[in-house]
């Protein structure tokens, strides 16, 4: 079957007339406006003006649904034109329908002559194509006319649940301070309310008083059986937590008939149950603060601290091995803005302790709270120094590091065991200027004396170390706490009398230990001060730092124990330390000599014996040859020392496996006259410095 006349000769379809649009209303129950009848003609074009008056949202709203009544089938669309000039030009050479046949042809029905003049399709032949609803096909975004609607009347389309004053206002210059204004004073709206939201939910929480204690009335048997079973760490804490909130505000939340040491009592614990102290060693502890700084101090005890290098600058610069650290994959940072030399590790994929710079000597695992008392004695470079308890040598090598391998430090140890380290780390990184000895350090001051400074790091009880050794938390006892504090005093006040007072670069003393007990800290620094009145408390120089207590319970110091500085894992997130700095202004006085506990452990000595800041010994070459002889310290017996050298000769033999009798055979007579030479010479050298003695 051929094409139709109908799509050969007929033209676009007049447009719909509002006579159609309100029998469709009728029929769909709709209100309708009065329509004023139209002219038969419908085939004249209407203007914009008129189309705009006559078809409203009403045309927009009936098109869909005279589509679907009226014949029930979709036709095709009529061909898209460039333009409405085009459209309109091919519009007047459309030749008119001759008959009802020719409108006929081609369709499975025919068109009445009403049907036709009322079809949907023939508004297309106006120029308002933009009355089409968006399910007419072939219509798109083109189509629409934006002179439809004032554009200053259109509003912005938003959600259902979305107010019209939601619109965002367009930003201008003219408009950004108001709205920025309106913005800020919104964001303090929403704050405030916020924050009046807490507090009443506080309120409200406060009014609630927490129940803390167990119930009274439990019998012997459910308490044995509740001591057998494991602890509940969940109610442990929760509890724990309830207790300080009732300590913090006693007055408002605490139960009715309960006093303050209950839930003191009940607090001491359940910390002894949940972080597992002994009930002496938390009850220590838990006097130094208040509760809640308490509970921060055994909760930081349970979580290690960073990891931390001090950079070798005797053999490299810290920026340097930052970099090759760096590149080796570690994440790290400087540990803060009071060290120099120290490195904060946060990542390592290699071990620290193995890489070529560690064993070349770049740098030294070491905590941060060891840095503190060497930067707090600050030796400079050409002095004396003593380190008393020197192992492993992290601060020995510190103090040659400043001391730029000039000067000399004894670095004692009173363990071979542990002088094994330090001697192999004062080797690996490089410090020179080091003299490794093994003695008691109370014997100290009559071995050598006359040091410009003194670093006492002490023996103690490592409650400031929990994090690094957690059998600190059973196995101390209240005799440690006795014995400990009595060897410190000892050391010391053997630190104070090896310290030379005269001194012009130094005559300072540090005292330190990883404990924050009062017992080993603040106790020992005042016993000293009382024996020892030559010396006197002085600024660390530390940039950090809590001050130390001058009264505890119930105990008064001296007020110039606000010099010393104490530090938490809580609050500066390195061990726990105390450092002390002393500074010697005078000689030890004769009459305290007596309370030495080094003479009062050794033989009986002879009473006019004093502490003498005594200085090295200098070579007989330096020595005038008029005052050699009348040196305190006197010559050396030959005859005694012969006697000596013989008996190691002897052992010496014994050990390579020879015959020390050997030494005894005759010998021939040659060698017999030269050794009657050497004695004739001795002999005459001994009377000649004889005579200038007289």
């Not at 007047?92 to 025919?110: A, I």
């Not at 071995?447 to 690094?468: E, M, N, W, Y």
Request: with cysteine; aromatic share 6%.
């Amino acid at each position: 079957m051929g094409v139709g006349r109908r799509f050969k000769k007929q033209g676009p379809p007049e447009p719909l007339s509002e006579e159609h649009f309100a029998k469709l209303k009728r029929k769909a129950g709709l209100p309708v406006d009065d329509v004023p009848t139209e002219a038969p003609n419908k085939k004249k074009r209407k203007t914009a003006t008129e189309s705009t008056k006559s078809n409203g949202a009403a045309a927009k709203k009936a098109a869909p649904q005279a589509n679907g009544k009226s014949n029930g089938v979709k036709p095709a669309p009529a061909p898209k034109q460039n333009g409405k000039s085009a459209k309109s030009k091919n519009k007047k050479h459309v030749p008119e329908p001759e008959s009802e046949e020719d409108l006929s042809d081609g369709l499975g029905d025919g068109f009445s002559g009403s049907e036709l003049d009322n079809d949907e399709f023939s508004d297309l032949e106006n120029d308002e194509v933009e009355g089409l609803g968006d399910d007419f096909i072939g219509s798109d975004d083109s189509v629409y006319d934006s002179d439809a609607e004032d554009p200053k009347e259109r509003r912005a389309m938003f959600s259902e649940d979305e107010d019209e004053s939601d619109a965002e206002e367009k930003l201008t210059a003219a408009n950004i301070v108001g709205l920025s204004r309106k913005l800020d004073e919104q964001i303090a709206q929403e704050e405030a309310e916020a924050q009046a939201e807490l507090e009443e939910a506080a309120l409200q929480t406060n009014i609630e008083r927490p129940h803390v204690f167990g119930d009274e009335e439990e019998d012997d048997l459910a308490l044995k059986t509740k001591a057998l079973l494991a602890p509940d760490l969940q109610l442990l804490r929760t509890r724990i937590t309830d207790t300080l909130r009732v300590l913090d505000d006693f007055a408002n939340l605490a139960e009715e008939g309960r006093s303050r040491a209950e839930y003191t009592s009940q607090f001491l614990k359940d910390v002894c149950a949940y972080y597992g102290y002994s009930e002496f060693l938390a009850e220590k502890l838990m006097n130094l603060f208040t509760p809640r700084e308490a509970f921060a101090f055994f909760e930081a005890n349970e979580t290690a601290r960073p990891v931390v290098i001090r950079t070798n600058t005797l053999r490299t610069h810290r920026r340097d091995l930052a970099q090759a650290l760096i590149n080796r994959g570690v994440t790290l940072e400087p540990v803060g803005k009071w060290s120099k030399v120290g490195l904060q590790i946060f990542e390592s994929n290699v071990p620290l302790g193995a890489t070529p710079e560690y064993l070349a000597g770049h740098y030294i695992l070491q905590a941060a709270s060891s840095f503190l008392p060497v930067m707090a004695l600050g030796p400079q470079e050409g002095e004396r120094v003593l380190d008393m308890a020197a192992a492993p040598g992290g601060k020995t090598t510190h103090m040659a590091a400043m001391m730029k391998n000039t000067g000399c430090i004894f670095a004692n140890d009173p363990s071979k065991a542990r002088a094994k380290g330090l001697i192999g780390n004062i080797h690996r990184l490089g410090a020179r200027n080091v003299v490794v000895c093994n003695y008691d350090a109370r014997e100290f001051p009559r071995v050598i004396g006359g040091f410009d400074r003194v670093l006492l790091d002490a023996p103690c009880s490592g409650t400031g170390v929990i994090a690094k050794d957690p059998s600190v938390k059973t196995n101390k006892d209240e005799k440690d706490f006795m014995v400990l504090p009595h060897t410190q005093k000892q050391l010391l006040l053997a630190a104070i009398d090896s310290v030379n007072h005269a001194s012009k670069t130094g005559g300072y003393l540090v005292y330190s230990t990883c404990s924050v007990t009062v017992e080993e800290n603040e106790q020992v620094v005042q016993y000293a001060l009382s024996k020892r009145p030559n010396v006197k408390l002085v600024s660390t120089d530390l940039p950090f730092g809590k001050e130390g207590f001058t009264s505890y319970m119930g105990k008064k110091f001296d007020q110039s124990l606000r010099l010393t500085r104490r530090y938490y894992p809580h609050t500066y997130n390195v061990d726990g330390f105390f450092v002390a700095k002393f500074q010697k202004i005078g000689p030890t006085p004769a009459n305290l000599v007596k309370d030495k506990p080094a003479q009062a452990a050794s033989a009986p000595r002879a009473e006019e014996d004093e502490v003498i800041d005594k200085t090295p010994i200098v070579a007989d070459e330096d020595v005038p040859e008029g005052a050699r002889g009348q040196d305190d310290f006197g010559g050396f017996d030959d005859d005694e020392d012969e006697k000596y050298m013989e008996r190691a000769k002897r052992n010496a033999m014994r050990r390579r496996g020879l015959d020390p009798k050997a030494l005894e055979k005759p010998k021939a007579n040659g060698e017999t006259k030269a050794e009657d030479k050497v004695e004739k010479k001795k002999s005459d050298s001994k009377s000649k410095s004889k005579k200038k003695s007289n």
